[in-house]
């Protein structure tokens, strides 16, 4: 017997909402301390037959419960005690799509894009088992706080067939498809025909299908083609409204054929072609949430015809009386006056309306600028669109997917790490009876997080995976254009453990550095501005690096640098001259009566500066000439600094061969 604080095994905590089926509470399962949303259904509503109830309450339970998906209500358990039939599911806080669009009237194209997705998602996983919802619209689609889709409500649902059992046809007037309202057999695509009919209204602010009462909606979900959403609003993407029209198709082979396809093409909308029509549509109010109604069938020599139920005969109007010939005409001053009247109150409407939808395109492009910029950061994620749910450990309790976001603090330096786990086979983020929390961040913000080889397209840091089983973990951060980290964690039941991780730019660094300094620095044969000494950022893979120098020999060097990895290049330049190194020398008289007689097994070196009289320094050491200057030397590189007061010093690297002049040449500039 069902009392005010037990339904079942069950504590009610409170009371969520009443509708046509019963009440929804919110309760406790003492099992497990779990919170449910407990939906029970009540025999006394008037109107409905209490074993169409029953049935219809205990098809929902079916058909969601052989469900296991993130964007579909989880069933947990169902029964009967004395009469009273429940459903426990899963407790979701957020609000409805029906309560968002009733605020906020039309979304960003990047919101419409991923509650579509999820919607999506949700729907091909069902129809794959066999189930249709058959009732798709803004009121079944639930929004939890972290943006996850749920998709409620399959109390219609059936595998296959349409008509019920007393030969009703099931479903709410706005959003159902044609085959739908004919009361033919139906597949997943009329629900994709509902998920286009939900597009249309997120991006329009407006149903595609609407009338004063059911008879008029039918009529035009079978015979009419909606306006186009660009036709309606011209801030909408011709390749959207594209899309739209594709998934509006009156006949089932014309419309995307899975969630899956309309989910690629909507990735891609702006390269989709333009679906223009002439028509024209008014603005309606805003209406509270569409009813599910049941639409009488008879069949009548093999065809089926539909009674709406809220159609009734037209009512007769007011005869209008005829004015009289004789009446007063206005002045022509209060004529005026009402023109004048008139247009200004039409221009202030017409103003007021374009003002508005140029606030919506302004924040739509604002909103696109930011996923765009998102997107250059990011790398982007495949999306699945039927994932099958994994056999659970006996450990799991019920698949969780609740996300939440925390600021995360750095590990304990120094902590014993333990050893890596085996890569998991589902996802790791589930309802253990051993539970941990693991809260991860990543400096910067962004990287994809991996737990134990499974990752989820929002395991974005700054990120909360609040189910885990106890134990070792390996957890990997990538994000683009940075190093990848690994963090080995071992989590304790109860807990919650902080883990960060300091994300290092993925690039090559190249030093360099000569003697002397001042050279040109060539990368890739292209010149990078900079002179040494010198330090460029590269992308990792192989690269020359070439310093150049005025009046020295150009040195190179060629090499492959890894991600992350520093490459350093020093040369020591040699002084340049064409009369240096090939024993000739502008004084050949002079040579040839022997003055520049170079010693067995020495070279000679002739310096020569303008003005005369600079101090010569050979590796640092005073010599005992100035310039002008010529002595024999032994053959390897030295180091000559040539230094006079109020002149600026001259500093060259010159290499010695034996039997060869080396010339050097320089005219001083003054400080």
């Given at each position: ?15 969520l909402?009443?509708?046509?089926m ?30 169409e ?31 009273i ?13 029906h ?25 091909d ?6 189930i249709?919802?058959?009732?798709i ?17 399959f ?8 008509v ?13 498809s ?6 033919r ?5 009329s ?49 959207l409204?594209?899309?739209v ?79 009289p ?26 103003g ?40 659970p ?12 976001f ?8 120094g902590q014993k790490?333990?050893p ?13 009876i ?8 990543s ?36 994000k683009?254009?940075?190093l990848?980290?690994t ?20 690039v ?17 044969a292209?010149?990078?501005?900079l ?41 020591v ?10 024993g ?8 040839f009566f ?10 000679l ?9 600079a ?25 000559i ?26 005219l001083?500039?003054?400080?």
């Amino acid at each position: 017997m069902m009392s005010l604080q037990t339904v079942g095994r069950y504590e009610i905590t409170g009371e969520l909402g009443r509708g046509a089926m019963g009440v929804v509470y919110k309760a406790l399962d003492p099992t497990i301390g779990r919170t449910v949303a407990l939906k029970t259904m009540r025999l006394d509503v008037h109107g409905l037959d209490a074993q169409e109830m029953v049935r219809r309450f205990q098809n929902e339970a079916r058909a969601a419960g052989v469900l296991n998906h993130p964007n579909i209500v989880t069933i947990y358990d169902a029964g009967e005690q004395d009469g009273i039939f429940y459903i426990a599911m899963e407790f979701i806080e957020g609000t409805t799509l029906h309560e968002v669009l009733t605020e906020q009237r039309v979304l960003a194209t990047d919101e419409v894009l991923q509650l579509t997705r999820q919607i999506s998602r949700g729907l091909d996983y069902a129809h794959s088992n066999g189930i249709v919802h058959r009732d798709i619209k803004p009121a079944n689609i639930m929004i939890t706080g972290n943006g996850t889709v749920k998709i409620m409500d399959f109390g219609i649902a059936k595998s296959g067939g349409q008509v019920t059992n007393t030969g009703q046809v099931l479903g709410t007037p706005n959003y159902m498809s044609p085959e739908q309202v004919k009361g033919r057999p139906l597949d997943g695509r009329s629900d994709l025909f509902s998920l286009g009919v939900i597009l249309y209204e997120m991006l329009t602010g407006e149903k595609p299908f609407v009338g004063q009462n059911v008879t008029t909606i039918i009529y035009k979900i079978v015979n009419e083609t909606p306006i186009t959403p660009r036709d309606l609003d011209v801030t909408v993407h011709p390749g959207l409204s594209a899309i739209v029209t594709k998934a509006l198709a009156k006949a089932p082979d014309d419309r995307y054929q899975t969630g899956a396809d309309l989910v690629r093409d909507l990735e891609n909308y702006k390269l989709a072609g333009t679906v223009r029509s002439g028509s024209t549509a008014a603005i309606p109010v805003p209406a509270p949430p569409e009813k599910t109604v049941v639409l009488p069938v008879r069949v009548v020599s093999g065809s089926t015809v539909r009674a709406a139920a809220a159609a009734t005969a037209p009512a007769k109007g007011p005869i209008p009386l005829l004015r009289p010939t004789t009446a007063i005409l206005s002045s022509k001053r209060s004529v005026l006056i009402a023109t004048i009247v008139t247009i200004l109150v039409l221009g202030c409407a017409m103003g007021g309306y374009a003002y508005h939808r140029t606030q919506v395109k302004m924040r739509q492009l604002a909103e696109e600028a930011k996923a765009r910029e998102a997107r250059l950061q990011a790398e982007r994620e495949p999306i699945a669109i039927a994932i099958p749910a994994p056999t659970p450990t006996p450990e799991v309790i019920a698949p969780d997917t609740t996300v939440r976001f925390f600021p995360a603090k750095k590990p304990v330096h120094g902590q014993k790490q333990p050893p890596p786990p085996q890569k998991a086979a589902f996802s790791p983020n589930q309802v253990y009876i051993q539970q941990s929390e693991l809260k991860l961040n990543s400096k910067p913000d962004g990287a994809k997080v991996e737990i134990d080889g499974w990752s989820e397209p929002n395991w974005i840091t700054p990120f909360t995976a609040s189910h885990l089983a106890a134990g070792n973990h390996l957890i990997v951060f990538t994000k683009a254009g940075f190093l990848q980290q690994t963090r080995a964690i071992e989590s304790a039941a109860g807990k919650s453990i902080d883990v960060s991780a300091e994300l290092s730019p993925a690039v090559s660094t190249i030093v360099v550095t000569s003697n002397p300094q001042g050279a040109n620095v060539w990368v890739d044969a292209k010149d990078s501005g900079l002179t040494t000494p010198a330090q460029l950022t590269v992308e990792k893979g192989f690269h020359k690096v070439t310093v150049r120098k005025a009046g020295f020999k150009e040195a190179s060097t060629e090499e492959t640098v890894a991600e992350g990895q520093t490459m350093s290049f020093s040369p020591v330049l040699l002084s340049v001259n064409p009369q240096s190194e090939d024993g000739k020398s502008p004084t050949l008289l002079r040579r040839f009566f022997g003055t520049d007689t170079i010693p067995e097994g020495k070279g000679l070196v002739h310096i020569r500066t303008n003005p005369e009289g600079a101090t010569i320094l050979v590796d640092g050491k005073a010599a005992p000439k100035k310039t002008n200057a010529r002595w024999p030397a032994d053959p390897g590189v030295y180091s000559i600094v040539l230094q006079m007061s109020g002149y600026k010093s001259v500093h060259r690297n010159i290499r010695v061969q034996k039997g060869k002049v080396v010339n050097i040449n320089e005219l001083l500039e003054k400080q």
